[in-house]
């Protein structure tokens, strides 16, 4: 027998049956991390799950972004300054708000223009609470070599959660991310990964057998993902974000 079947295995559930328990579990003030490589899903995923809270502000620092621009297509309100006015609140539909902060880039020199805007975002978003940000890229974000936020981030990462803010980081490797932006997560989606020691650490943040959650992640194919909660008495699960999602 198979060191594998000693393990204990996730249940595989369809797209529509976990975003249904999503809904039902996750709450306000929760944060959640996204990690998976690029073309992995993971920027779908949090566009879905996101949509599941009233007031959000995604943080897009890309020039150009297939994946971003279906925030836009799904209603929220694009901007290149902050707060938003008036006009801008006016624009939104149905209950709460949705905003996508993401000015207009056309050089190199513009991906690091906007670092103040980002940070006045985000220092309001700790100041009021009932917000869930969405930061898009963790390691430019971050990185001081990026735009240097890795202080503030991690600021909400600790302090924020009382406030009712939700914090959901995208990463494609926990590497060069300050640990404590993703370890106080109360639930990690991962997608596949090939680096062995990444799958490692970020099985280990889990409530089930780091073993058994490796041996999940390494069978993750296409657009899978594992849902790894990190609080007890919540329910690990495979599924995959369909391509008519996307």
């Known amino acids: 027998m198979s060191s594998r079947l000693l393990l204990p295995e996730p249940p595989v559930i369809d797209f529509p049956a976990w975003i249904a328990r999503e809904a039902a579990v996750t709450r306000q003030g929760m944060h959640l991390l996204f990690s998976g490589p690029t073309q992995s899903g993971k920027t779908t ?3 879905i799950v996101a949509s599941l809270r009233d007031y959000v502000v995604v943080l897009g620092t890309k020039p ?6 279906r925030y836009v297509a799904d209603g929220y309100v694009r901007l290149d300054h902050w707060p938003p006015t008036r006009s801008d609140i006016r624009k939104c539909s149905g209950d709460g708000c949705h905003f996508i902060v993401w000015p207009k880039m056309t050089t190199r020199q513009d ?3 906007h670092t103040g805007l980002y940070l006045k975002v985000l220092d309001q978003v700790y100041a009021e609470g009932h917000w869930t940000v969405v930061v898009d890229e963790g390691l430019w974000m971050c990185n001081p070599k990026g735009l240097g936020l890795g202080d503030v981030i991690s600021d909400i990462a600790y302090g924020s959660a009382s406030n ?19 370890t106080s ?14 799958v490692r650490e970020l099985a280990s943040l889990g409530t089930y057998d780091p073993r058994a959650a490796v041996v999940a992640m390494q069978h993750l194919t296409g657009h899978q993902f594992l849902d790894l909660p990190t609080r007890a008495q919540a329910e690990w699960a495979i599924s995959e974000v369909p391509p008519a999602w996307a």
């Open 111 to 113: 991906l690091r223009k």
């Open 45 to 47: 995923l949090c566009r």
């Open 164 to 182: 009712m803010v939700s914090l959901y980081l995208l990463v494609q490797r926990p590497a060069n991310v300050p640990p404590i932006t993703w």
């Open 185 to 198: 997560v109360a639930q990690a989606l991962l997608f596949h990964m090939g680096r062995t020691d990444d």
């Open 64 to 69: 150009k972004d297939r994946s971003l621009e």
